[in-house]
T-cell receptor
Framework: GAVVSQHPSWVICKSGTSVKIECRSLDFQATTMFWYRQFPKQSLMLMATSNEGSKATYEQGVEKDKFLINHASLTLSTLTVTSAHPEDSSFYIC?????????????FGSGTQLSVL | GENVEQHPSTLSVQEGDSAVIKCTYSDSASNYFPWYKQELGKRPQLIIDIRSNVGEKKDQRIAVTLNKTAKHFSLHITETQPEDSAVYFCAASTTGNQFYFGTGTSLTVIP
């Protein structure tokens, strides 16, 4: 299967700082990437859909000024949590859709555990 | 939009028994149905998938069935092992650009 790399895997930051999370498709081009938030023992909550070269589409209730998404290339999307606060602490996962050779399969990054103090 | 429901939310089985997880979807245009296994703190891993032109697919101890008319699909795990313990998610997709996930099933295999 395809490989999606996500960094960092764990970050601890002070309240008010910004944190950037990177998501890369290593062996395929991903025109679409997705960002999720996951609370312990709960399902994946889609935050936004990121399309290369255009603005991300945010789900209802997700603050776009709070969670900045940039998809500058076919292999890289970034999520920046701006002015993070303790309530932003969560597990963030990206995924990328390989609509080419693998026919629309979805592959996930390894996730980023964000802890805001 | 699509609505995917998944049952049960928790499932405990004895080692060696079978486990079945069921999902329903609402959008008849959905044509791709993957299943993911997620171990604690790790990424969801694609374990099996099925397309709408197929009714059943099997890969060793794992199988998925799809009933397009009833809009439901199921994951079957036979001869369960402790390492099968994880959270399983179903999903439905129409274009490959949007995936709708079920709420997950926490499977515990009791040795």
């Amino acid at each position: 299967g395809a490989v999606v790399s996500q960094h960092p895997s764990w970050v601890i930051c002070k309240s008010g700082t910004s944190v950037k999370i990177e998501c890369r498709s290593l062996d395929f081009q991903a025109t679409t990437m997705f960002w999720y938030r996951q609370f312990p023992k709960q399902s994946l909550m889609l935050m936004a859909t990121s399309n290369e070269g255009s603005k991300a589409t945010y789900e209802q209730g997700v603050e776009k000024d709070k969670f900045l998404i940039n998809h500058a290339s076919l292999t890289l999307s970034t999520l920046t949590v701006t002015s993070a606060h303790p309530e932003d602490s969560s597990f963030y996962i990206c995924s990328a859709s390989d609509t080419g050779r693998l026919g629309e399969k979805l592959f996930f990054g390894s996730g980023t555990q964000l802890s805001v103090l | 939009g699509e609505n995917v429901e998944q049952h049960p939310s928790t499932l405990s089985v004895q080692e060696g028994d079978s486990a079945v997880i069921k999902c329903t979807y609402s959008d008849s245009a959905s044509n791709y149905f993957p299943w993911y296994k997620q171990e604690l703190g790790k990424r969801p891993q694609l374990i099996i998938d099925i397309r709408s032109n197929v009714g059943e697919k099997k890969d060793q101890r794992i199988a998925v069935t799809l009933n397009k008319t009833a809009k439901h699909f199921s994951l079957h795990i036979t001869e369960t092992q402790p390492e099968d313990s994880a959270v399983y998610f179903c999903a439905a997709s129409t274009t490959g650009n949007q995936f709708y996930f079920g709420t997950g099933t926490s499977l515990t295999v009791i040795p």
